[in-house]
Nanobody, 125 residues
Framework: VQLQASGGGLVQAGGSLTLSCVVP????????IAWFRQAPGKEREFVAV????????DYADSVKGRFAISNDNAKSTVYLRMNNLKPEDTARYYC???????????????????WGRGTQVTVSS
């Protein structure tokens, strides 16, 4: 089972993008879903997470106030709205589901799984 991320692209600094993550029915509404990103030569880093209820969110300090995570139950989709994008936001973005046994508050990519191929976001200066 893999989560399918889409919506990436090339955007100028200060612009916006919305990423979508389609969550299979076996996972949607059952596990917290998170967005991570990975730039070339760097480790995968936490961006945002939303509880399976959709009621609680958490963000990396680097994106607080600029990014917003949300979900749409009818579409089994989790979104990441990204505003005021910066060149340092350039990375491949992945969505993952919290592994069973994982707990709220973890930002480690090792605690998430069902990764898909991700979607590339490139921000030009």
């Amino acid at each position: 089972v893999q989560l399918q991320a889409s919506g990436g692209g090339l955007v100028q600094a200060g612009g916006s993008l919305t990423l979508s993550c389609v969550v299979p029915g076996s996972l949607f509404g059952k596990q917290n879903i998170a967005w991570f990103r990975q730039a070339p030569g760097k480790e995968r880093e936490f961006v945002a997470v939303i509880t399976w209820t959709g009621r609680t969110e958490d963000y990396a300090d680097s994106v607080k106030g600029r990014f917003a995570i949300s979900n749409d139950n009818a579409k089994s989709t989790v979104y990441l709205r990204m505003n005021n994008l910066k060149p340092e936001d350039t990375a491949r973005y992945y969505c993952g589901a919290l592994n069973s046994g994982g707990s709220w508050g973890t930002h480690s990519p090792n605690d998430f799984g069902s990764w898909g191929r991700g979607t590339q976001v490139t921000v030009s200066s």
